[in-house]
């Protein structure tokens, strides 16, 4: 269907009238942009001085303007004292301004910080230009007035340049950038002083390739001292920071830490591939020895967050986050220069970083605010993401995976119901994360689903009966699910595809027993969880019966049977039921009884999901109560639905089976009822039902799957009116002889 739509005259001249005005300030907004850019240049301020200069002395020889010799020296006194007064006042200013931000700096930067090498050229050539001016008359014969015109231009520009100088030093980034920068440098320094010792210590002693990877760390470690002068300068960085935090610069108090945290990735990538890891115990773990540039970072960081915790920063808490998880993502490429070595080592400063990470959100957590809390939880499954996306080391993952666990366990200690559910999403990521890269790692999969099994129990054990978030996170998982499915259908390389196909089924199996698991755990009556876990196994029906449908050649049954395995442990933990009507019991009977008519229908084995069906209705049956004596006839009658079935394939054995079930379970009624229906014959008025209630059941279950209006039905009842005549009703409710001479009339109002 062609869904063009044709504008009308008036509209087309306002679009463009629109378009032009748009492009008009884009052009205009990227000219003031390029003026700006040329207009600080270095190289136009030379050309504009030049021209100035050359135009007035054009200018003089044009209208043959000349001085006499002593209003040359005259001016040249006067020019010597102008740049005199001016580099008094810009020196004067400088002095004020270091007074005035004083308070930033420790005195020990201080005397630093006033080192200022290009101050001081200024300064220099500002005197050099005064006394030339002065000399000028006497130095020079001609163009006296020309060059005192441009010495006057220069000691201009200069002293504009310094007071944009010191106009910049006054924005306290300016100096966290500067200590930044000499940080930066001294780490740059350090490495190639350390790199031409290491090559030159190679050449002489000609190591083999693995022993010349572990000289570049022997060099650091030989000189401990030589991050003395970088550690002074986080340090200047943290105290600064406190002292504008102290002011309320929230800005360029983050600006700090983010120094503190440019450094240090800057000291990650230099060492990044000549590290070497150690034991640290004989049966411990393995410590990377960095000169303890490491632990004093995160020391400094870890002190900070205690301080703005402590006065409830909040944009603070929330960008020392975000500091953390770029430390976290950027510790995880590191490596190291004995990766060679057999056994597994870990990766140790990601392990550190992620320590001190933890310990944040623990504070963080502690502080009983809501949206500090949110904000770790995010955080928390940002970073589990992550990880996973570059690693399954076991390490890594139970270092988070146990934070993951104290934050879900004091969420649910605070009742905090959406933070769990969110926290249950992060697992559910972990698994899509996973399924595709670390198939074959059985610990990691094992670890996950107890970790997710956890969660969930927990989440269970907070949410209200009436809330559904538990259900939507399974929900979005499902739809995961099937988005994978179909994008390995659509894969067009064969051998890609079966790779794939081979990935995602390993996934279904352990996902399958997972739900067993749980299933067992809590059974299916359960009022949170139970509805989850059954359509888990809906969706995974569904799933199975696709792929099957695309690769005949797969042998399924064992998955399939799984599902059947779960839905058994429907009533697990359940000792007593007040209902006829079980809402995710009906889901569990529709399940099964689509299953088997499916079965039925292609010719397969449905042996055990018949079994199933039955032994679910006989269980419903034991732990109901008598509910005025309507439950039990309900119960029963649910037996009629996969009677139907059985009549309409031919299946007589166990057709036969379940006419006598229903006859067994109806003379079960009759024994538990029997004093009321005793009762009730000697009382006419007395209410109630009465022998044949499941004979009027069975008539009522008639006139709604033979119903005109049968499209309105669920569950069993909708699989019924789908499947069955009326033709195929009377022949199977015939054998029912219980009910042989009871007719029952619908009046029609």
Known sequence: MDTKREFTPKQKILITLYKGVQYAWYKTFSFKSWVKVVSSSVYFHIILLATVLFGIHKLLSLFHIAFST??????????????????????????????????????????????????????????????????????????????????LLLSFYLIFVLYKTLRHRINPETTLEKIKDDGIRALQKANRFFKIHAYVQNKIFAYKKAESELSMDIQYRSQPGWNIKILGSIKYLYEIGLRLLAKNEINSFNYSIKCIHDIYLKHLSLRNGNLIRTPASLFGGYVVDDQNFTNTVLEYLQSTAERIVQEKRKENIYYLLKIYESLIKNTLHITYADITSSSHKGNPILSIVLSYYGGFIEKLIESQENDWIWESVKSISTVSSEILEITDDYFEYDQI??????????????????????????????????WNRYESNEILWRHIFEELKKAVLLCSVIESGKSLSMAGSFIGFHEWQVRV???????????????????????????????????????????????????????????????????????????????????????????????????????????????????????????????????????????????????HPRITVKLVHLGLLMNKYKKEAEETLIVAKIDELNK??????????????????????????????????????????????????????????????????????????????????
């Open 401 to 434: 995976s146990k934070l993951l666990g104290r934050i879900t366990i004091a969420c649910v200690a605070t009742q905090k119901e959406a933070f769990v559910t969110e926290l249950l999403k992060a697992y559910f990521n972990q698994i899509r994360i996973s």
């Open 70 to 151: 002593e209003a040359v020296s005259n001016i040249a006194l006067t020019l010597a004292g102008v740049i005199g007064a001016s580099i008094a006042i810009i020196f004067s200013f400088s002095t004020f301004i270091l007074q005035s931000t004083a308070d930033l700096f420790s005195t020990r930067f201080l005397n630093e910080y006033i080192e200022d090498t290009r101050e001081k050229v200024f300064f220099w050539l500002l005197v050099f230009f005064t006394v030339l001016a002065l000399l000028v008359p006497y130095l020079f014969k001609i163009y006296q007035l020309d060059i005192l015109l441009g010495i």
């Open 485 to 631: 499915v179909n994008w390995i259908f659509n894969l067009e390389d064969g051998q890609q595809q079966k790779e794939y196909l081979e990935k995602f089924i390993s996934f279904l199996e352990r996902w399958s027993d997972f739900l067993i698991g749980l299933a067992r755990d809590v059974g299916l009556n359960h009022q949170q969880l139970g509805l989850p876990i059954i359509q888990s196994v809906d969706n995974n029906l569904r799933v199975i019966e696709g792929i099957k449908s695309k690769f005949k050649e797969l042998e399924l049954d064992k998955l399939h049977q799984k599902q059947s395995s779960v839905l058994s442990w429907y009533f697990e933990k359940t000792e007593k039921v007040e209902d006829s009507f079980l809402f995710n019991l009906e889901q569990v009977l529709e399940i099964l009884l689509r299953e088997i008519n499916y079965g039925l229908k292609s010719g397969l084995d449905v042996e055990r999901q018949i079994k199933l069906y039955i032994r679910l209705i006989e269980q419903h049956f034991e732990m109901a109560t008598l509910g005025h004596g309507y439950n």
């Open 668 to 749: 079960r009624y009759l024994a538990l009822n029997s004093e009321f229906f005793e009762l009730k014959k000697k009382e006419k008025n007395l209410m109630g039902p009465d022998e044949f209630q499941l004979c009027k059941e069975i008539h009522d279950l008639k006139n709604d799957i033979l119903s005109p209006n049968r499209g309105l039905l669920t569950g069993v009842r909708f699989i019924s009116s789908e499947e069955i005549t009326e033709t195929e009703w009377e022949s199977f409710v015939a054998k029912i002889k219980y009910c042989e001479r009871i007719e029952y009339i619908t009046t029609v109002f």
